[in-house]
């Protein structure tokens, strides 16, 4: 069997956040129930570029596979492959921005569908860049937000933001000035940026409120400060495992005692009902993710699915990769 390419272009007219949402949500199911495992990231450095690793088997697709990125100063570069199961031979070969975007996002929208408050029509969003699109489109996709109210320090970045999201999700979107504006009193705080140190007090919380961390994956990097992890009666992580590895945004609160791993649940527990995602209508939840292979690899194989129907992506041919004198 020939191996599918997708570009960029293939990956965005073949998807949609709902669709990732729906994709991304069963696959944490599926890993609760033990068909599927997901390996965490690891980095290799070399002078000037950063190799980023990941990789899951996903027994219920059929499919096993990997993310690969390189980030250098001219940015970041990303690539999925998968594999079948069962011969080894390569399925499927795809460039992987918007695909990451589409299911980081869609990790978020999942969270918000177990987690948030269910007639929230508000939220607050930190950062302008391309993740935090995916973001807002998730959580508008689960519930009825009317209304987003978007901070990050350049002024001009985040009034483009808000005029063209607003076009684009049919949502008022204020750009506001103050940090506190998008925190303050509202059911749903995300926070989708590359800062290194915390975005907003977690002393302006609502009670209710879901927070969802999006942007760090570093642990020298925290986008939330130790308050939100301490006024947060339910944490949810996309995997405790993978955020141990790479949450800075709990070490704070681990050096002050104020936090523990054994308060922290996986994802994919609360989506199987193994766990709850909050205990009352008024406590703050936070979720925080960093990414996981098994969202690249059944993201992959809808697309696979999708491209094969539709005759779209372009067959390569490369050999099984075996030795046959």
């Given at each position: 069997?020939?191996?599918?390419?997708?570009?960029?272009?293939?990956?965005?007219?073949l998807?949609?956040?709902?669709?990732?949402?729906?994709?991304?949500?069963?696959?944490?199911?599926?890993?609760?129930?033990?068909?599927?495992?997901n390996?965490?990231?690891?980095?290799?450095?070399?002078?000037?570029v950063?190799?980023?690793?990941?990789?899951?088997?996903?027994?219920?697709?059929?499919?096993?596979?990997?993310?690969?990125?390189?980030?250098?100063?001219?940015?970041?570069?990303?690539?999925?492959?998968?594999?079948?199961?069962?011969?080894?031979?390569?399925?499927?070969?795809?460039?992987a921005?918007?695909?990451?975007?589409?299911?980081?996002?869609?990790?978020?929208?999942?969270?918000?569908?177990?987690?948030?408050?269910?007639?929230?029509r508000?939220?607050?969003?930190?950062?302008?860049?391309?993740?935090?699109e995916?973001?807002?489109?998730?959580?508008?996709?689960?519930?009825?937000?009317?209304?987003?109210?978007?901070?990050?320090?350049?002024?001009?970045?985040?009034?483009?933001?808000?005029?063209r999201?607003?076009?684009?999700?049919?949502?008022?979107?204020?750009?506001?000035?103050?940090?506190?504006?998008?925190?303050?009193?509202?059911?749903?705080?995300?926070?989708?940026?590359?800062?290194?140190?915390?975005?907003?007090?977690?002393?302006?919380?609502?009670?209710?409120?879901l927070?969802?961390?999006a942007?760090?994956?570093?642990?020298?990097?925290?986008?939330?400060?130790?308050?939100?992890?301490?006024?947060?009666?339910?944490?949810?992580?996309?995997s405790?495992?993978?955020?141990?590895?790479e949450?800075?945004?709990f070490?704070?609160?681990?050096?002050?005692g104020?936090?523990?791993?054994?308060?922290?649940?996986?994802?994919?527990?609360?989506?199987?009902?193994?766990?709850?995602?909050?205990?009352r209508?008024?406590?703050?939840?936070?979720?925080?993710?960093?990414?996981?292979?098994i969202?690249?690899?059944?993201?992959?194989?809808?697309?696979?699915?999708?491209?094969?129907?539709?005759?779209?992506?372009?067959?390569?041919?490369?050999?099984?990769?075996?030795?046959?004198?």
């Amino acid at each position: 069997m020939s191996t599918l390419y997708l570009t960029e272009a293939d990956v965005a007219e073949l998807l949609d956040i709902r669709l990732v949402i729906d994709v991304v949500e069963e696959a944490f199911r599926r890993l609760a129930a033990g068909e599927a495992h997901n390996v965490p990231r690891v980095r290799a450095r070399a002078p000037g570029v950063v190799l980023h690793s990941m990789s899951a088997a996903a027994a219920y697709l059929g499919l096993v596979g990997w993310k690969n990125y390189t980030a250098t100063r001219s940015g970041a570069k990303f690539h999925v492959a998968v594999y079948d199961q069962e011969s080894g031979d390569w399925r499927a070969l795809i460039e992987a921005d918007w695909l990451g975007r589409l299911r980081t996002g869609a990790t978020t929208g999942v969270a918000a569908e177990w987690a948030a408050p269910r007639e929230a029509r508000e939220l607050g969003l930190f950062g302008t860049g391309r993740q935090a699109e995916t973001q807002l489109a998730a959580v508008a996709a689960v519930r009825p937000i009317k209304q987003a109210f978007v901070y990050s320090r350049n002024a001009e970045r985040r009034a483009d933001f808000a005029e063209r999201m607003s076009a684009q999700l049919d949502l008022e979107i204020e750009a506001v000035d103050r940090p506190q504006q998008a925190a303050e009193e509202l059911p749903i705080v995300v926070t989708a940026t590359t800062s290194r140190e915390p975005v907003f007090d977690g002393n302006w919380l609502a009670e209710g409120a879901l927070v969802c961390a999006a942007g760090s994956n570093w642990l020298n990097r925290a986008e939330i400060d130790s308050t939100v992890v301490r006024r947060a009666d339910n944490i949810i992580c996309d995997s405790v495992e993978c955020c141990r590895r790479e949450a800075g945004d709990f070490s704070d609160a681990l050096e002050k005692g104020i936090f523990e791993w054994t308060g922290a649940v996986d994802l994919a527990d609360v989506v199987a009902g193994k766990a709850v995602a909050r205990n009352r209508d008024d406590s703050i939840v936070l979720f925080k993710s960093v990414g996981m292979a098994i969202e690249d690899v059944a993201v992959a194989a809808k697309l696979i699915e999708l491209a094969r129907e539709r005759g779209m992506g372009r067959e390569l041919d490369i050999g099984p990769g075996m030795y046959r004198p």
